[in-house]
């Protein structure tokens, strides 16, 4: 009896590590980028400074600090140019700031994601983007959150991103 229930946790062992595995690379694309990494780097920060504006504006905010950087992809798999930051907004009703934040950047060709309740997330192209009230953060505060894809790049673009990825965060938007 104790061997079957040996056996049986190593078999399901096995294929949880296996399910881990797949996720782990599935989290990075599977070939290198087509695109070099300072102009991946340079996407993600496009699509930021056109989507903070139109957020910033939205919620009549007060206040915006959001920087990016690279980083290690899920499971240590390739690498993604991400970021956040906090917005401060006069602490109107939020179902109404999400609304109006949501109108603004899907008038202006943002996807809309959004999966979960008091969160707009959007993209666009390979970027995507999450706001939500954080009240963690302070009053009228809200948390800003963004990443291109998970890539992986070799030669002078993984020098360039390991290079990056010792630096501290870089300031997006004062």
């Known amino acids: 009896m104790r061997t079957a229930t040996v056996t049986a946790m190593r078999a399901t062992l096995t294929v949880l590590a296996i399910v881990a595995l797949v996720v782990g690379a599935s989290s990075c694309s599977l070939g290198e980028d087509e695109v070099p990494a300072k ?10 400074s056109d989507a903070v504006p139109l957020v910033e504006r939205a919620l009549r ?7 990016a ?10 690498h993604v140019y991400s970021g956040g930051g906090t917005l401060v907004a006069p602490a109107d009703g939020a179902a109404g700031q999400l609304e109006a934040v949501r109108s603004a950047l899907t008038e202006a060709g943002f996807e809309d994601g959004t999966q979960a309740e008091g969160h707009v997330s959007v993209s666009r192209g390979e970027v995507d983007l999450d706001f939500q009230p954080s009240p963690a953060r302070g009053k ?13 790049y070799s030669g002078d673009d993984e020098d360039y ?3 990056a990825n010792l630096e501290p965060s870089r300031t997006l938007l004062p």
């Open 161 to 163: 991103v390991k290079a």
């Open 61 to 67: 905010a007060t206040k915006v600090e959001v920087g």
């Open 39 to 48: 102009e991946r780097e340079q996407q993600v920060v496009d699509v930021v």
């Open 140 to 152: 009228g505060a809200w948390k800003v959150s963004f990443s291109g894809p998970c890539k992986r």
């Open 69 to 78: 950087g690279w980083g290690s992809c899920p499971g240590g798999i390739g």
